[in-house]
């Protein structure tokens, strides 16, 4: 075999594939020094597609000649649509399947938008026609009514004249071969009127110009076409594709605008300016000129110049007042509709209820009194639970709402308060929401700080009471001097001539208990306690926490209305939708109605106790209030209070010392308690600085707080979780735990007071005088000392003074009398001494000796 290419075998048909107008292949060049070159050549060849309808290489007909003499009268007639040309014969060349495809495509397309103009073009030709025959059909009535006229009035002559139209029409009609009729014959004039007034009148058309048909004007548009250089440059399918330059047809879309552009013409006549819109238009207490603009679909260019002419430089993006954009909305014709931020508080506050809707419901009754007195007790009496043995201390740290049945079957809602001085806040709270007060006053311990402020809070709030005296089981109790002491903060009881209810209990005992519960029906039948249930709900908060596995939790006691699942409601700055109610038993609920206590789940956040809730329509209305109201009080919170260069200059001259602090609580009221006291307990030289309060456990982003300021974190009945514990051994932050107030407040007010710098008091111990001053040693001198008040010992410290001005501070280095070295002189004694680190001493000058002593500072 030869090594040779030409020898290597070759297949005997080439690989199937898609077919192209170019076509490779080699040719070999030979050279006469024996040297051989292979050169590749491309053949391509050139593209033949036939236009849509018509035949490959065919002719076109030949036009028949024209007749020289055109009709007088009557238009050409339309010439008769061309008979189907043949079917194309297929192109040497075969055409892959997505050509044909295409090609198939356009020629769908040409038909279509052919049939679509053939159509507009019959739609025109019989609207013109139509048109011209109502013309024709006016003017042959008119012509009837005129002859009938006067036909009427002579009838004799109206034969005659009636046979001038008609001649005169003859000629009118073809004037070309009536003029030598006329010159050839005239004497036949004569018997031809009278044979044209003895027989009707033909019917005769008016001449109308004939409508123009868009056929012939064709070509000319397509001159047209040729010369507009816009669009002469365009390449569409339809050009490509046809062999010839004929123009191409128009498009739908260019149809549409000429349809809507005559129609336009036709009906809307001449275009007249529209009236202006006057609109209402919705301004906020501050806006831009922009968005003004749009509201009032005005141009903001427009708007800019007139508050220019008004002395206001401003830009589209710069907003104004509500004054400034009243003064534009009345320039430009409009009316204005003041609005405000404060707008979507409108209807929160809720309706007065008609007198026929109103329902008894349950008294809320708050228990309220001093610590220690028994309050939780009796309530745990009356409700036959043992709530005291599960607080911490034994003394109740939160407030608590529970509901009970008496013996009649009436409800009693009853809120327990804490009794410790720093619940104050709860206690306020309990008596602003409450019906009925219920004065808890132990018998053997009378009448105490955090009772008399019950009292105060019972008055201020405007509702009656009831003193229970409790502990009356024991040997050393004595109510009729709680009773008198009553007397001292203007509460009379009714054995004393007043209208004050009391009644002596024993919780422990359980004796006068139902006296208590007659005594609450009865003052609730004299208060004539109504609400309606059949409405939306309204209440106030009572208690909120963050519960770890059932997230935001408030408590919330029903004022007026039906609280029911799936409510959507607003809580001061939070909002939520009712997903679970919880009473006071643990029981699931449905529906809570007037004077009902329950646990709300389903918040968005935390609220603050004592914040009222409402129930909305939906829900954007109660994001809207919230986002209201947080934005409210973030404003406030962060607003600067006005102050003065007294303040200011004081504020930089005092060195207060801050100690921060993290607290984190169980419930919002505690948390409440603790950030007051903790506040109260603050001086002049440390206070107290909360770097951050919340419900729930203490997380990693409580203990990063807490480790960027080397606070300590105070957790109250919480626990940190696992990750948090492990940031604050890492970052060693102080992690305290408490569940009593009272060892919180001691513990912190213990680490303040050890931040301050230790007292230092200085107590005088002997004065003395210089007589006379000796040198001692190189570089030192002594001074002899008269003692004249006190003692004088060594080491002691000392004030050397001048005329009652101090020279130096310094100590009593060493002490002789005579020329004995002694530890002490006593007054009216002389001898000498060595001052430490000073030799400006002169006759006549006065020793002070005084003692310090440090003391730890306490707050």
Same mark, same amino acid.
Request: hydrophobic share 40%.
């Given at each position: 075999m030869?090594?040779?290419?030409?020898d290597?075998p070759?297949?005997?048909?080439?690989p199937?594939?898609?077919?192209?107008t170019?076509?490779?292949?080699?040719?070999?060049?030979?050279?006469?020094?024996?040297r051989?070159?292979?050169?590749?050549?491309?053949?391509?060849?050139?593209?033949?597609l036939?236009?849509?309808?018509?035949?490959?290489?065919a002719?076109?007909? =030949?036009?028949?000649q /024209?007749? !020289? %003499?055109?009709?007088p009268?009557?238009?050409?007639?339309r @010439? $008769?649509p061309? &008979?189907? *040309?043949?079917?194309?014969a297929?192109?040497?060349?075969m055409?892959?399947r997505?050509?044909?495809?295409?090609?198939?495509?356009?020629?769908?397309?040409?038909a279509?938008?052919?049939?679509?103009?053939e159509?507009?073009?019959?739609?025109?030709?019989?609207?013109?026609?139509?048109?011209?025959?109502?013309?024709?059909?006016?003017e042959e009535?008119?012509?009837a009514?005129?002859?009938?006229?006067?036909?009427?009035?002579d009838?004799?002559e109206?034969e005659?004249p009636a046979?001038?139209?008609a001649?005169?029409?003859a000629?009118a009609a =073809?004037?070309?071969e /009536?003029a !030598? %009729?006329?010159?050839a014959q005239p004497?036949?004039?004569? @018997? $031809?009127a009278? &044979?044209? *007034?003895?027989?009707?009148?033909?019917r005769?058309?008016?001449?109308v110009?004939?409508?123009?048909?868009?056929?012939?004007?064709?070509p000319?548009?397509a001159k047209?076409g040729?010369?507009?250089?816009r669009?002469?440059?365009?390449?569409?399918?339809?050009?490509?594709?046809?062999?010839?330059?004929?123009?191409?047809?128009r498009?739908?879309?260019?149809?549409?605008r000429?349809?809507?552009?005559?129609r336009?013409s036709?009906?809307?006549?001449?275009?007249?300016?529209?009236e202006?819109?006057?609109?209402?238009?919705?301004v906020?207490?501050?806006?831009?000129?922009q968005?003004l603009?749009?509201?009032?679909a005005?141009?903001g260019?427009?708007?800019?110049k007139?508050l220019?002419?008004?002395?206001?430089?401003?830009t589209?993006?710069?907003?104004?007042?509500q004054?400034?954009?009243?003064?534009?909305?009345?320039?430009?014709?409009?009316?204005i509709?003041?609005?405000?931020?404060?707008?979507v508080?409108?209807?929160?506050?809720?309706?007065?209820?008609?007198?026929e809707?109103l329902?008894?419901?349950?008294?809320?009754?708050?228990?309220m009194?001093?610590?220690?007195?028994?309050?939780?007790?009796?309530?745990d009496?009356l409700?036959?639970?043992?709530v005291?043995?599960g607080?911490?201390?034994?003394?109740?740290?939160?407030?608590?709402?529970?509901?009970?049945?008496?013996?009649?079957g009436?409800?009693?809602?009853?809120l327990?308060?804490?009794?410790?001085?720093?619940?104050s806040e709860?206690?306020a709270?309990g008596a602003?929401?409450t019906?009925?007060?219920?004065?808890?006053?132990?018998?053997?311990?009378?009448?105490?700080?955090q009772t008399?402020?019950?009292?105060?809070?019972?008055?201020?709030?405007?509702?009656p009471m009831?003193?229970?005296?409790?502990?009356?089981?024991?040997p050393?109790?004595?109510p009729?001097?709680?009773?008198e002491?009553?007397?001292?903060?203007?509460?009379?009881?009714e054995?004393?001539?007043?209208e004050?209810?009391d009644?002596e209990?024993s919780a422990l005992k359980?004796?006068g208990?139902?006296?208590?519960?007659?005594?609450?029906?009865?003052?609730?039948?004299?208060l004539e306690?109504v609400?309606?249930?059949?409405?939306?709900?309204?209440?106030?908060v009572?208690?909120?926490?963050?519960?770890?596995?059932?997230?935001?939790?408030?408590?919330?006691?029903?004022?007026?209305g039906?609280?029911?699942?799936g409510?959507t409601?607003?809580?001061?700055a939070?909002?939520?939708?009712?997903?679970?109610?919880i009473?006071?038993?643990?029981?699931?609920?449905?529906v809570?109605?007037?004077s009902?206590?329950?646990e709300?789940?389903?918040?968005s956040g935390?609220?603050?106790?004592?914040?009222q809730?409402?129930?909305?329509?939906?829900?954007?209305?109660?994001?809207?209030?919230a986002?209201?109201?947080q934005?409210?009080?973030?404003r406030?919170?962060?607003?600067?209070?006005?102050?003065?260069?007294?303040h200011?200059?004081?504020a930089?001259n005092?060195q207060?010392?801050?100690?921060?602090?993290?607290?984190?609580?169980?419930?919002?009221?505690?948390?409440?308690?603790?950030?007051?006291s903790?506040?109260?307990?603050?001086?002049?030289?440390i206070?107290?600085r909360i770097?951050?309060?919340?419900?729930?456990?203490?997380?990693?982003?409580?203990?990063?707080?807490?480790a960027?300021?080397r606070?300590?974190?105070?957790g109250?009945n919480v626990r940190?979780?696992?990750?948090?514990?492990?940031?604050?051994?890492r970052?060693?932050i102080?992690l305290r735990y408490?569940d009593?107030?009272?060892?919180?407040?001691?513990e912190?007010?213990?680490?303040?007071?050890?931040?301050?710098?230790?007292?230092?008091?200085e107590?005088?111990?002997?004065?003395?005088?210089?007589?006379?001053?000796?040198?001692a040693?190189k570089?030192d001198?002594?001074?002899?000392?008269l003692?004249?008040?006190?003692?004088?010992?060594?080491?002691?410290?000392?004030?050397l003074?001048?005329?009652?001005?101090i020279?130096s501070?310094?100590?009593?280095?060493?002490?002789?009398?005579?020329k004995?070295?002694v530890?002490?002189?006593?007054?009216?004694?002389e001898c000498?001494?060595?001052?430490?680190?000073t030799?400006?001493i002169?006759?006549?000058d006065?020793?002070e000796?005084?003692?310090v002593?440090?003391?730890?500072?306490t707050?």
């Open positions: 030869s090594d040779s290419k030409e290597k070759v297949l005997g048909r080439k199937l594939g898609i077919k192209r170019v076509e490779s292949g080699q040719v070999q060049q030979q050279f006469s020094h024996g051989k070159n292979t050169v590749v050549v491309e053949v391509k060849r050139r593209r033949i036939g236009k849509p309808g018509e035949a490959t290489g002719q076109p007909a =030949a036009t028949p /024209a007749d !020289p %003499t055109p009709a009268s009557a238009p050409p007639p @010439p $008769a061309p &008979a189907p *040309a043949p079917r194309p297929a192109p040497t060349t055409l892959s997505k050509e044909l495809q295409e090609k198939l495509l356009r020629e769908a397309e040409e279509r938008m052919t049939a679509l103009e159509a507009r073009r019959r739609e025109e030709a019989e609207r013109q026609a139509a048109s011209e025959e109502e013309k024709r059909r006016a009535n008119r012509q009514a005129a002859a009938e006229a006067v036909r009427e009035a009838p004799v109206a005659q046979a001038a139209p001649a005169e029409e000629p =073809a004037p070309t /009536a !030598p %009729t006329e010159t004497d036949a004039a004569a @018997p $031809a009278s &044979a044209t *007034a003895a027989a009707p009148p033909p005769r058309f008016t001449p110009t004939p409508a123009k048909r868009p056929e012939p004007a064709k000319e548009r047209r040729d010369d507009n250089r669009q002469s440059g365009k390449l569409t399918v339809t050009r490509a594709l046809s062999d010839d330059d004929s123009a191409r047809a498009s739908l879309a260019a149809l549409k000429a349809r809507e552009k005559e336009r036709h009906f809307g006549g001449s275009s007249q300016p529209r202006k819109q006057v609109r209402d238009v919705v906020p207490e501050s806006i831009t000129v968005e603009a749009n509201r009032m005005e141009k260019a427009d708007l800019v007139s220019f002419k008004m002395g206001m430089a401003v589209l993006n710069q907003p104004i007042d004054d400034t954009a009243e003064l534009l909305v009345e320039e430009f014709g409009h009316r509709q003041r609005v405000s931020e404060a707008d508080e409108i209807g929160m506050s809720g309706e007065p209820d008609a007198p809707t329902k008894a419901r349950p008294p809320v009754v708050t228990i009194g001093h610590v220690d007195h028994g309050k939780t007790s009796l309530l009496a409700r036959g639970t043992n005291v043995s607080e911490s201390g034994g003394i109740t740290q939160h407030i608590g709402a529970y509901q009970i049945k008496a013996k009649n009436d409800l009693i809602t009853f327990d308060t804490p009794g410790h001085e720093a619940f709860m206690r709270r602003n929401v019906d009925i007060v219920i004065l808890v006053v132990a018998a053997d311990d009378g009448l105490m700080p008399i402020e019950a009292i105060n809070h019972t008055k201020a709030a405007g509702v009831i003193v229970a005296i409790n502990k009356c089981d024991k050393d109790a004595n009729q001097r709680i009773r002491r009553l007397l001292e903060h203007e509460v009379v009881v054995d004393m001539g007043g004050t209810q009644v209990v359980k004796t208990l139902d006296t208590l519960l007659d005594k609450i029906l009865l003052q609730s039948e004299l306690l609400a309606n249930a059949d409405r939306d709900a309204e209440g106030t009572v208690e909120a926490q963050l519960d770890k596995g059932r997230g935001a939790v408030a408590t919330v006691l029903v004022r007026r039906t609280l029911k699942v409510d409601f607003v809580i001061g939070e909002s939520g939708k009712v997903r679970a109610m009473n006071d038993k643990g029981q699931q609920v449905k809570a109605g007037p009902t206590p329950v709300v789940l389903g918040l935390v609220p603050l106790a004592g914040d809730m409402t129930v909305v329509e939906n829900e954007a209305r109660a994001r809207e209030v986002a209201y109201r934005e409210q009080a973030t406030k919170r962060t607003t600067a209070a006005p102050t003065s260069f007294e200011m200059f004081s930089l005092t207060v010392i801050e100690y921060p602090l993290v607290v984190k609580g169980d419930v919002q009221g505690s948390v409440e308690a603790i950030v007051s903790l506040n109260r307990i603050s001086t002049d030289e206070k107290v770097l951050h309060s919340g419900v729930g456990a203490i997380t990693e982003s409580d203990v990063t707080l807490a960027a300021s606070a300590p974190l105070i109250f940190p979780n696992a990750k948090a514990r492990q940031l604050a051994e970052e060693k102080s408490y009593v107030i009272y060892d919180l407040l001691e912190v007010r213990g680490e303040m007071a050890g931040q301050l710098a230790p007292e230092r008091i107590t005088v111990v002997g004065r003395a005088e210089v007589l006379q001053v000796f040198p040693g570089k001198k002594a001074a002899g000392l003692v004249l008040d006190g003692i004088i010992r060594k080491g002691l410290a000392a004030r003074t001048r005329e009652d001005v020279v501070r310094t100590n009593i280095a060493s002490l002789r009398r005579f004995d070295d530890s002490e002189v006593r007054a009216g004694m000498g001494a060595v001052l430490q680190d030799n400006d002169k006759p006549g006065m020793l000796l005084f003692e002593e440090e003391r730890q500072r707050l």
